[in-house]
Antibody, heavy 119, light 113 residues
Framework: EVQLVESGGGLIQPGGSLRLSCVASGFTFSGYWMHWVRQVPGKGLVWVSRINSDESITTYADSVKGRFTISRDNAKNTLYLQMNSLRAEDTAVYYC????????????WGQGTMVTVSS | DIVMTQSPDSLAVSLGERATINCKSSQSVLYRSNNKNYLAWYQQKPGQPPKLLIYWASTRESGVPDRFSGSGSGTDFTLTISSLQAEDVAVYYCQEYYSTIFSFGPGTKVDIK
C-alpha cells in the first residue's frame, strides 16, 4: 500500500525548533518530488516547501524561507522538515505529499502531524 | 504570485442533484507548449487529508467516481458533481501547479440540503 506517515509534531514555545519526519512506503520514494503543505485547523491549505529527488532543488514559501529546511534521506525513505525560530502563526497540521514531476499534482498525502507554537 | 479564488464559499445541494464549484486564477495556468492546464481539484473530508480528484483540469484520478468532472481552461475552471451523494460532503479545493508556489483556492464547502 502506498503510504506517507508523518511524525514529530507537538507543542513548542515560540522561538523553538522542531523536526518533522515523513516515512514513505509502497513506492519508489527516490523517484518523486516531495512537498510539505500546512493547514491551520478549520482553514485552507498552504504550500510550504518542496524538494526534488536528489535534493539539488529546494523551494520555500516566503513565510518560512530562512527558518525552515526541507531535506530527505532516500536510503531511509524519509522526508524531513527542520523548523527553526517557530512563531505562533506556524501552528498548523503539516502534511507531506508527493508529486511525480516538478509540475504535477499531489497524488498521495499523509495523515498529517499537528504543530502548536505557544507559550 | 498566482492567486486562486473559488465560488461559492459554500453550497447545499439535494441528494442526486448537481453541484458546481468555480475556481479562478489571477493569471493563466495554461502552458501553451503542451496545451495543458496546470490545475488540480482536491476533496477534503473532516479529519482527513486532502484527496486528489482531478488533475490537468479535467483528468480524473484513478478510482474517482465518474460523477466528478473538471472543465475549463486558462483562468476559469469548474468542478461538477453530477449527482451528489452523501459521501461527497466535504471541502473542495482547487490548486495551480503552474508556478512554484502551488497556490490553493480558499475552499468550497459542500453540504446536503
Amino acid at each position: 500500500e502506498v503510504q506517507l506517515v508523518e511524525s514529530g509534531g507537538g507543542l513548542i514555545q515560540p522561538g523553538g525548533s522542531l523536526r518533522l519526519s515523513c516515512v514513505a512506503s509502497g513506492f519508489t520514494f527516490s523517484g518523486y518530488w516531495m512537498h510539505w503543505v500546512r493547514q491551520v485547523p478549520g482553514k485552507g491549505l498552504v504550500w510550504v516547501s518542496r524538494i526534488n529527488s536528489d535534493e539539488s532543488i529546494t523551494t520555500y514559501a516566503d513565510s518560512v524561507k530562512g527558518r525552515f529546511t526541507i531535506s530527505r534521506d532516500n536510503a531511509k525513505n524519509t522526508l524531513y522538515l527542520q523548523m527553526n525560530s517557530l512563531r505562533a502563526e506556524d501552528t498548523a497540521v503539516y502534511y507531506c505529499t508527493r508529486a511525480y514531476m516538478t509540475d504535477d499534482a499531489f497524488d498521495i498525502w499523509g495523515q498529517g502531524t499537528m504543530v502548536t507554537v505557544s507559550s | 504570485d498566482i492567486v486562486m479564488t473559488q465560488s461559492p464559499d459554500s453550497l447545499a445541494v439535494s441528494l442526486g442533484e448537481r453541484a458546481t464549484i468555480n475556481c479562478k486564477s489571477s493569471q493563466s495556468v495554461l502552458y501553451r507548449s503542451n496545451n495543458k492546464n496546470y490545475l488540480a481539484w482536491y476533496q477534503q473530508k473532516p479529519g482527513q487529508p486532502p484527496k486528489l480528484l482531478i488533475y490537468w483540469a479535467s483528468t480524473r484520478e484513478s478510482g474517482v467516481p465518474d460523477r466528478f468532472s473538471g472543465s475549463g481552461s486558462g483562468t476559469d475552471f469548474t468542478l461538477t458533481i453530477s449527482s451528489l451523494q452523501a459521501e461527497d460532503v466535504a471541502v473542495y479545493y482547487c490548486q495551480e501547479y503552474y508556478s512554484t508556489i502551488f497556490s490553493f483556492g480558499p475552499g468550497t464547502k459542500v453540504d446536503i440540503k
